[in-house]
Antibody, heavy 119, light 106 residues
Framework: EVQLVESGGGLVQPGGSLKLSCAAS????????MSWVRQAPGKGLEWVAN????????YYADSVKGRFTISRDNAKNSVYLQMTSLRVEDTAVYYC????????????WGQGTLVTVSS | IQMTQSPSSLSASLGDRVTITCQAS??????LNWYQQKPGKAPEVLIY???NLEAGVPSRFSGSGSGTHFTFTISSLRPEDFATYYC?????????FGQGTRLEIK
C-alpha cells in the first residue's frame, strides 16, 4: 500500500523558516517524480514544486521560487520542502504527492501538514 | 498558463449528467488532468492526459478535449460525487490548477 506521511508543519513568524518532510512507503520511491501542492484555507489547489527521480531536475511555482527548495533522499525514501522567508500568504495545508504512470499527474497524496505563518 | 473553469459552482440532482469545462490561456495539447476533492481530504486524480481514466475510477467519469478547451463529464451523479473538481495543466512549468468547481446537491 502506497503511503505518504508529511511532517514538520506548524506555526512560524513571517520571515521565518520551516522544513517539511514526507516519508514514503509501499512503492519504489526512486522511480517516481515527487511533488508538493498546497491549499490555503478555504481556497483552491496551488502546485508548489516537483523533483525528478534522481533529483537532477527541480521546478517551482513563481510564488515560491528563490524561497523554497525541494529535495529528496532516495536512501531514506523521503522528499523535503525547505521553506525560507515565509510570508503570511504561504499559510496553507501542504500535500506531498507521488506521480502516476506518467510524471504529469499526482496519483497518490499524503494527508497534508498545516503551515501557519503569523505573528 | 491560466486555467479557467466553469462554472465555479453547480447544483445538480442524483442521476443528472454534469459537464464542467476548463479553458487554457494557451495551447496545452492533451496535458490536462482532472481531480476530485472532498472536504478535509486530499485530492484524487480521476482523469489524466485529458481523457484517460485513472485505474479504479468509475466509468461514469470521462474527459475530452485538446489544445485550449477541455470538458469533464459525470454521466449519472451518485451521492459520493458531490465534491469540488479541479483541472490542472502540466504542459508548462509551473503547473497550474483551475479555480475549482463546487458540485452541490440540488
Amino acid at each position: 500500500e502506497v503511503q505518504l506521511v508529511e511532517s514538520g508543519g506548524g506555526l512560524v513568524q513571517p520571515g521565518g523558516s520551516l522544513k517539511l518532510s514526507c516519508a514514503a512507503s509501499g512503492f519504489a520511491f526512486s522511480s517516481y517524480w515527487m511533488s508538493w501542492v498546497r491549499q490555503a484555507p478555504g481556497k483552491g489547489l496551488e502546485w508548489v514544486a516537483n523533483i525528478k527521480i534522481d533529483g537532477s531536475e527541480k521546478y517551482y511555482a513563481d510564488s515560491v521560487k528563490g524561497r523554497f527548495t525541494i529535495s529528496r533522499d532516495n536512501a531514506k525514501n523521503s522528499v523535503y520542502l525547505q521553506m525560507t522567508s515565509l510570508r503570511v500568504e504561504d499559510t496553507a495545508v501542504y500535500y506531498c504527492a507521488r506521480a502516476g504512470l506518467s510524471y504529469g499527474y499526482e496519483r497518490y497524496w499524503g494527508q497534508g501538514t498545516l503551515v501557519t505563518v503569523s505573528s | 498558463i491560466q486555467m479557467t473553469q466553469s462554472p465555479s459552482s453547480l447544483s445538480a440532482s442524483l442521476g443528472d449528467r454534469v459537464t464542467i469545462t476548463c479553458q487554457a490561456s494557451q495551447d496545452i495539447s492533451k496535458y490536462l488532468n482532472w481531480y476530485q476533492q472532498k472536504p478535509g481530504k486530499a485530492p484524487e486524480v480521476l482523469i489524466y492526459d485529458a481523457s484517460n481514466l485513472e485505474a479504479g475510477v468509475p466509468s461514469r467519469f470521462s474527459g475530452s478535449g485538446s489544445g485550449t478547451h477541455f470538458t469533464f463529464t459525470i454521466s449519472s451523479l451518485r451521492p459520493e460525487d458531490f465534491a469540488t473538481y479541479y483541472c490542472q495543466q502540466y504542459d508548462t512549468v509551473p503547473r497550474t490548477f483551475g479555480q475549482g468547481t463546487r458540485l452541490e446537491i440540488k
